[in-house]
């Protein structure tokens, strides 16, 4: 039974310059190598996401629709964030804004469409913000219906002020960072096999 | 097999005072009514809590070490806290810091201790706030090694300003409000039902 | 000597729909009549934003440069925002980046380019989140160089749950909300007049 | 004309062990030296403080009342917190409840208590939590009454991970927390001044 894990890089950067986000990823998903795991990653900041609280086209450019489809798709989702001013990114704040628009959506048992369904987050920042990130972030999810396994927030920072981002400062030698990384990849993936095998019973659940 | 809920109340009333934050706590509660499930509430504000990041006494007065061993005994953690200019109590902030003094244990597997607890918050204001709230208190939670259920953050809030709080305003009464209280209350239960069954693997997540 | 206010309106809705923020802001302009003050209202999401930390066009399409112009002329800066699951709307983070982008630019006498500028906010939502909302960009415009007098956050927000928004709900009935919508426009308007007659010393605050 | 500056240092540890919060207040501090300001430093956690929404005494051991009253005589008021889990600290959400109790008090004009008083905030931590510390405590100060003049943040935090704390670290040697320090000083010392001369006019805020 594959599982499925949608990334979606929230990076305010498109594909053509190196993300640091997407650097801290791949310390994540090089857990998930070898075992019966398909990983997709989108840079959001390469498609055209209309404004807009639905999950619906808001204007004829608007990609989200195609992004949501792998949404539905996926057994575990991760939003990951740079850090600005000590926030998620607008990208990152675009795609909660759309993920909620699908919220009150329902499964074929009659429960939240994201139930059963496990979330994560990964954040880099060359300082201070990380776990306001995480804290935006895994509440959302969790808000909306995405289940949300221990220590699933994986962050680099460096000390406070201007200085070198993740990949120049080799924040992936960072001994907390690693451990966080694998803990991260090990219960996102535990709990999508459990939710596999014991979906949330629907006793209690069920939106009429 | 019984499961046990505890309930730290982080309302900054002692219980000589009507608590508004139990009032909802009690809507929550009577979904486990008949379900083989044990439900214990502490007033924090009954008890003498010193400051500081650890799970001992910090002095001879303090009572945090009796309330930890039941954190210890307990399958569900719900920290309920009022709103006081849009944030939680202090005395949840308090609660949430004894709490993670005691993070860096591990259970008999070599986990953090709190795996396979399950955590969720309950928040009442007369106005504004509760979303930061559960933010704040749902993050903590994940972060020190509880899981998160989907939609376990029960609260209720009045119109922006001054203006009678959750009994006062019969909030017992909000549809939404109700929703939620059920809906957490069956999902905290279907969780740790859920990891009494089938706790977390330790493949990735032991702490060395 | 005429005072500037500029407001960014960051609903996720162009100007042929009806906003709720536009309407709460009209509350607080109201009592900027009659004084010698020139308003102006931007509504973000008629423009194209390119995303980026730069006060510099990101590409050809990108209009934040106009939009720039009229943030350096101004005294009065009024970040305007919806709530969506508790925190601010996209546009208004977009807006916020864009700010911080500019923020290590200079005036002629060396300090930060938005010292002697004056920063607000205005929220509005049908329920929950305006205190974080404003947290957010009241502390955004503070650590880049605005100065905040007291009061200067104007909200509604109604009752717990789904339910009708500002106009509908006669929001500018609220008591709460009128007093601060009135505190606030006096307050910006006496800190904008205070900081034309007494500019903030330079002494400490030159950036080399 | 001397000027006042009171800073509650919301350390968890009490006057018998260091605080590195405390050693990042006195990089503040210095550039008061040589100015007409009187400084007097708090350490909170060496006073008994009850819990409530009020200034008045809570129960006979309440110490706040005498800290209330130096600030009220206070023309700058700092809150200085350590980070625990990203937050500030729990004595530090102590202080802003009682300050918050205070905060429909008026002074002789009708106009808030704490109008004309300037705030400001320090923090510290060994990892990640500056900006949202920073964040909710200017929030709070500006909601209640308190002016906040531009970059009026200090902090410091090392790299993500545990780590050594702000002396050990030698974080007074960061040029950003320095420059931070010293605008901090400076721009706290022009408002204060700035007010005390030209008071907050009374129209449109003076409380019935």
Redesign the interface.
Known sequence: MTLKVLILNCT??KSSKKSNTLALVKEVTT?FNGKDIETEILRL?DFKIG???THEAVDADDQWPEIFEKVKETDILIIASPI????????A??A??RL?GGSSLTNEKGQ?L??NKVGGVIVTGN??????V???I???L????????????T????????GPSFIEAK?NQ????KQHA??M???L???AN?LKE?P??V???VIK
Chains 1, 2, 3, 4 share one sequence.
């Open positions: 305010l950067k857990y900041a404004y807009g609280i600005w001013l000590g926030e998620q990114s607008s990208i704040t675009v909660i804004e909620y939240y994201y139930y300082e201070d913000g990380a776990k306001q995480s804290r935006s895994i509440y959302a969790s808000h909306i219906g995405f289940t949300i396994p221990p220590n699933v927030d962050y680099w920072v460096g000390e406070a002020g201007p924040g960072n001994e907390f960072t694998k803990i990849a090990y219960n993936y535990h709990f459990l014991h949330i019973p006793e209690g659940n």
